[in-house]
């Protein structure tokens, strides 16, 4: 066998260079949008979590940034916790929660769909996280429309 003779890795070390950055720096151009669709269930992966990520790094570089729950999304977008609303049962329990009200203090508009929230999720308006917007299913494809003839950047996000 081969001998590994390397120290061992160190808090503070690092595997990559992090710090060197190959594209610039895009900044949106004043009235440009981006669009953030989730279709994909809260904690079955990390798309959620990063594409949330994501619209709050749109919004910064000054994109009109809007987030569009829909399907399985909705579940993104409930309040949630335990034993009570608001309590983090374990680390990260509340990360969906956290990011949405981020997005929505830092000035983002989230848009959930009604017919996934009631008929899909057995959730009524008052389930929602406060400042998210209930619309109608019709709307879902119409938001995603007005954002393409705006030729805003949409971010699809799914899981299947």
């Known amino acids: 066998m081969p001998a590994v003779n390397?120290?061992?890795h160190k808090k503070g070390d690092s595997f990559v260079d992090y710090e060197?950055?190959?594209f610039e720096d895009v900044k949106a151009d004043p009235g440009e949008k981006a669009l953030v669709t989730f279709h994909?269930?809260?904690f079955e992966g990390s798309i959620g979590l990063v594409n949330l990520l994501q619209a709050v790094r749109l919004q910064r570089k000054?994109?009109?940034t809007s987030i569009l729950l829909y399907?399985?999304?909705v579940t993104l977008g409930v309040q949630r916790g335990f034993p009570k609303i608001g309590?983090?049962?374990f680390p990260g329990a509340q990360n969906?929660?956290?990011q949405i009200k981020r997005f929505m203090d830092e000035g983002g508009k989230v848009y959930c769909c009604r017919f996934s929230l009631q008929a899909l999720y057995g959730h009524g308006e008052p389930s929602l996280i406060e400042g998210i917007r209930p619309i109608n299913p019709l709307d879902v494809l119409d938001l995603t429309l007005i954002h393409k003839k705006a030729n805003a950047v949409i971010l699809d996000t799914?899981?299947?």
């Open 40 to 42: 994909t269930v809260a």
């Open 20 to 22: 060197e950055k190959v």
């Open 87 to 89: 309590d983090e049962a």
């Open 158 to 160: 799914w899981t299947v």
């Open 62 to 64: 000054g994109y009109e």
């Open 71 to 73: 399907g399985p999304g």
């Open 6 to 8: 390397a120290p061992a």
């Open 96 to 98: 969906f929660n956290n």
